[in-house]
């Protein structure tokens, strides 16, 4: 699973239908939430990021990347009890990283799309920590372990959910 540097000649860029963009983030956002009222243990899985990266890495724009995350993070963010923008804070980071690294690295191969999910997963959850309990005042608890497993079993999940993905993108 070779992570190549690659020239910004080399990277292609994709996009996506107008219809794809909106209904697989809300479609992730709905069933992150009906899911996970339903059945308890699909709380460690985090889809809406999962598609976050996914958008973000094939669109290869930070700009791009940072409006995704946002709007994504922020969607979220209203269907939840918590204050508005915590979500969105830590969405928009993951997306502007996620399409810079897409930007200068192959990320289209299985290894280097579990490896950067596992790592984006747990970057999202030290911003979504560090913004709740330092900004927001909210009393959560930190696991490294928990963190590590959950990034892990997202990443599984990522992979194969980026595949499946892929048969979606157009070519720019």
Known sequence: MPITYTSGEQVEVY???????????????WLQSFLALHFPFFKMFDLPLL?????SMA???PISGLLTGGAIGLFQDALTHL???????????VGYGAS???A????????????????????HEIV???????????????????ELLSGVANAVVGVFLYFALDRLKQRT
Request: aromatic share 16%; no cysteine; proline share 5%.
């Open 59 to 61: 669109r290869r724009n």
């Open 100 to 102: 810079s690294l897409g």
């Open 83 to 93: 204050p508005l923008g915590v979500y969105g804070i830590a969405k928009t980071l």
């Open 15 to 29: 996009r996506f239908s107008i219809p794809v963009t909106v209904g697989v983030p809300f479609a992730a956002v």
């Open 51 to 55: 598609v976050t990266i996914f958008f």
């Open 128 to 146: 979504y920590f560090t913004v709740a309990r330092g900004l927001v005042g909210l009393s959560l608890a930190w696991s490294w372990p928990h």
């Open 104 to 123: 200068k690295l192959d990320v289209e191969n299985a290894g280097a799309r579990f490896l950067v999910t596992i790592i984006f997963y747990v970057g």
